[in-house]
């Protein structure tokens, strides 16, 4: 089972030498330790390993004559693939493929210039993600060319990468592969800030969180071990 942010709290209090609070706060250590959970967060996705990906099956849609996606989710960071619910030969919009393509690509502009398309028969429907995304708003994902009828909500699965919200106390740690090291010295070294004249994090806690990270992030991937039965070509897509 995962730790809770209060355990990592009192944890590295035990290193701070100040086993009930005084000097800092449970608030002030528990941002504290949210700020190492979005750091590791961040190197965690690059890995792309998925360990936070998320399936959308209920909120995304896209309305006749429409050129952005409604409904997206608002903690939506990457988006990793857009397709039909119901991808077999019964569903409705089994032939729609989404396919990723900058705005300004001949394609997008070319699918900008389109009537609108029957959702119902085959048609490729390019998006793009703009805006900030999260945290700040969900991205806004443009679409073209426009449909003649609409993809509702529940016909669409969207699957993404989304950020995470801040815990409380009595949360769990999100980040997998055993990553309470990490926070507790990422935790301790900060809080350390709050002693020294010049407010900077103790150096020696940042190299052990650094060393804990590095372990971590090596620790994670890859995912799956099995050798597969088949090689694919690496350019295969393109021929």
Known sequence: ???LLSSLETQARRHLLETTAS?????ELIDIVNLGIKDLWGSIVDLHQEHFLTVDIS???LAASAT????VPADTFRVHLIEPTDTTSAGSFDNVQFVPKDYNSPEFIAARTLSSTDPTSSGLIFYCLTTQGAPVAAPVVLTGPK???AMTAGSIRFVYVPTLAARVAA???PIPGDSDNALIAWCVAYARAKEREDRSPDSAWLAVYATEKMNLMLRLT???DQEPSVVYPLFESLW
């Open 1 to 3: 089972m995962a730790t």
């Open 23 to 27: 000097f800092w706060s449970s608030a």
């Open 59 to 61: 909120n995304v849609s």
């Open 68 to 71: 952005q996606l409604s409904g």
């Open 147 to 149: 449909l003649s009828s």
């Open 171 to 173: 949360e769990a740690n």
């Open 222 to 224: 890859p995912r799956q």
